[in-house]
């Protein structure tokens, strides 16, 4: 059974460990922070076998360099990773097949938020690791991407079964829902969600993982083609919708 340790660094990501107990083998998802990583890994009496990359940013692969140092990890990820760091050692996209020791994850190609950001699933245990391509009740700002690509590949994030748990990589999510409550303000799903993330935010607790069925119910970026008629001309398209949200998040105060 695959075993995830989820750990805070940096200054809002979250840093995973994910390890398969029968063969010893340990992945980090992404390398915010290599340091950290190695001693949460230590602590946890693993060694790390793999770096699996979603994207280039270096808060995600900016510590690739230092752990393979350490430990001779093989880097997989998109051939995107070359930016800032050497090249993988296996560059995967669209429907490829990772291995963890006896266990296999799927890659999606999550493009948007960087032109070749992908997510690792885990079909049989219904694990998603999406990086930044979506978030507790939000989504990756374009830096790259368009918004047809970004609607596509969130799509394909919500096309996964309803109780997949998905661990994105950043503590947003009191931010998302102040955007979220302001768009979607009747949704009582999202009114609970909101009052439970204040909670566990005043508690110093993390809202990350969480459940795709949630984030279908309260996340306005995957609720967009339900918001058209309070975002904007209900005619328009489901890309259309998304792309005008998209944009008043990243002028939302």
Request: glycine share 8%; net charge negative; aromatic share 8%.
């Amino acid at each position: 059974m695959l075993q995830i340790h989820q750990f805070p660094c940096l200054s809002d990501n979250y840093g995973f460990l994910i390890h398969d107990p029968t063969s010893g083998a340990t992945a980090a998802i992404d390398t915010p922070d290599a340091d950290e990583i190695m001693r949460q890994a230590d602590a946890k009496g693993w060694r790390v076998t793999d770096i699996w990359n979603t994207h280039w940013h270096p808060d995600h692969a900016g510590g690739n360099a230092a752990i393979k140092a350490k430990t001779g990890a093989r880097v997989t990820g998109p051939r995107e990773v070359e930016r800032i760091s050497a090249a993988p050692d296996r560059v995967v996209d669209e429907g490829d097949r990772v291995q963890l020791g006896g266990i296999e994850a799927c890659v999606l190609n999550v493009g948007g938020h960087t032109l070749g950001h992908i997510a690792y699933v885990f079909d049989a245990e219904k694990v998603a690791f999406v990086g930044d391509a979506l978030f507790s009740m939000g989504c990756g700002r374009l830096f790259e991407g368009t918004p047809e690509q970004m609607w596509t590949s969130l799509s394909k994030i919500a096309a996964l079964p309803r109780d997949t748990t998905l661990y994105c990589a950043h503590e947003y999510t009191e931010a998302n829902a102040r955007f979220a409550i302001y768009y979607d303000p009747i949704n009582q799903d999202l009114q609970a969600r909101v009052a439970e993330v204040k909670r566990l935010r005043a508690e110093g607790k993390p809202t990350v993982p969480m459940s795709l069925d949630l984030e279908l119910r309260t996340n306005p970026f995957l609720r967009a083609p339900l918001l058209k008629h309070s975002i904007m001309k209900p005619e328009a398209t489901d890309v259309e919708a998304f792309a005008d949200l998209r944009a008043r998040k990243d002028s939302f105060k």
